[in-house]
């Protein structure tokens, strides 16, 4: 997770700890990763991450979200502004010769139905700011996610989730140009946009003490459009990817 992820989790563990933050809710806490190195699928790897889904009135920061603002709420229904963080793709391995792509912020709104705690709908557009020369562009996300009790204290949840893009932010992690073709040896592509891709995770909640629990999450990722069809993804990637997460979290009431 990024740097900017990581000191906003310290300054909130912080202030929970040392000035008994008011009104902060949820959980926070550390894990591991087992991700693509990249959205192309070329590799796999192991990350620290931290766990985030922590509420203070209207604002929440959670791993998946990002930083959100609820600035208008009625009736189930949410929406405001939000930041997120975009990993970006270190091109070596069998990437070498293409682009490196840094590390982005998501930047745009977001509508949220959550009709009960333990279901919601939403749906966010945003754009990508802080890429190079040609990378960044616009995305979209539609998903709903669903928890359940399980028995002895364990929850479970399920969240499917469709990614969209445009051609430019598809471009900055699909596309080949002409020169990192010859770089690379991987067949020039232009990318365009579209639905990009379809996760489907699968998370659980173990109670370990009071105050801590156990988490755990799965997710399943298909390719699909034009990212799937992809010369990067063909030649060294892979349209179907998971991804495997565990952390210990510590409950905030």
């Given at each position: 997770?990024?740097?900017?992820?990581?000191?906003?989790f310290?300054?909130?563990?912080?202030l929970?700890?040392?000035?008994?933050?008011?009104g902060?809710?949820?959980?926070?806490?550390?894990?591991?990763?087992?991700?693509?190195?990249?959205?192309?699928?070329?590799?796999?790897e192991?990350?620290?991450?931290?766990?985030?889904?922590?509420?203070?009135?209207?604002?929440?920061?959670?791993?998946?979200d990002?930083?959100t603002?609820?600035?208008?709420?009625?009736?189930?229904?949410?929406t405001?502004p939000?930041?997120?963080y975009l990993?970006?793709?270190?091109?070596?391995?069998?990437?070498?010769?293409?682009?490196?792509?840094?590390?982005?912020?998501?930047?745009?709104?977001?509508?949220?139905?959550?009709?009960?705690?333990?279901?919601?709908?939403?749906?966010?557009?945003?754009?990508?700011?802080?890429?190079?020369?040609?990378?960044?562009g616009?995305?979209?996300?539609?998903g709903?996610?669903?928890g359940?009790?399980?028995?002895?204290?364990v929850?479970?949840s399920?969240?499917?989730?469709?990614?969209?893009?445009?051609?430019?932010?598809?471009q900055?992690?699909?596309?080949?140009?002409?020169?990192?073709?010859?770089?690379?040896?991987?067949?020039?592509?232009?990318?365009?946009?579209?639905?990009?891709?379809?996760?489907?995770t699968?998370?659980?909640?173990?109670?370990?003490?009071?105050?801590?629990?156990l988490?755990?999450?799965?997710?399943w990722?298909?390719l699909?459009?034009?990212?799937?069809?992809s010369?990067?993804?063909?030649?060294?990637?892979?349209?179907?990817?998971?991804?495997?997460?565990?952390?210990?979290?510590?409950?905030?009431?």
């Open positions: 997770m990024s740097r900017i992820t990581v000191a906003l310290t300054a909130l563990t912080c929970s700890i040392n000035a008994n933050a008011d902060l809710t949820g959980e926070a806490g550390l894990g591991l990763s087992y991700e693509p190195h990249d959205p192309t699928g070329s590799r796999y192991t990350r620290p991450v931290p766990y985030l889904d922590l509420d203070w009135g209207d604002v929440s920061l959670s791993t998946d990002g930083l603002w609820s600035a208008f709420k009625a009736n189930g229904f949410s405001g939000f930041a997120n990993p970006g793709r270190t091109a070596n391995g069998s990437l070498r010769g293409l682009r490196d792509v840094p590390d982005m912020a998501e930047v745009g709104g977001f509508v949220q139905y959550a009709p009960a705690d333990f279901w919601r709908v939403f749906v966010s557009v945003g754009q990508a700011v802080g890429g190079g020369s040609g990378q960044g616009v995305l979209g996300r539609v709903s996610e669903v359940y009790p399980l028995g002895g204290g929850i479970g399920t969240n499917l989730t469709a990614h969209f893009a445009d051609a430019r932010q598809t900055t992690y699909f596309g080949v140009s002409s020169d990192e073709s010859q770089a690379s040896g991987i067949r020039r592509y232009n990318a365009g946009g579209g639905l990009q891709n379809v996760a489907l699968q998370s659980f909640e173990f109670p370990l003490a009071p105050h801590w629990s988490l755990t999450s799965a997710s990722i298909h699909t459009g034009s990212a799937a069809d010369s990067i993804v063909k030649a060294v990637g892979d349209t179907n990817q998971g991804e495997a997460q565990v952390a210990i979290a510590y409950t905030f009431k």
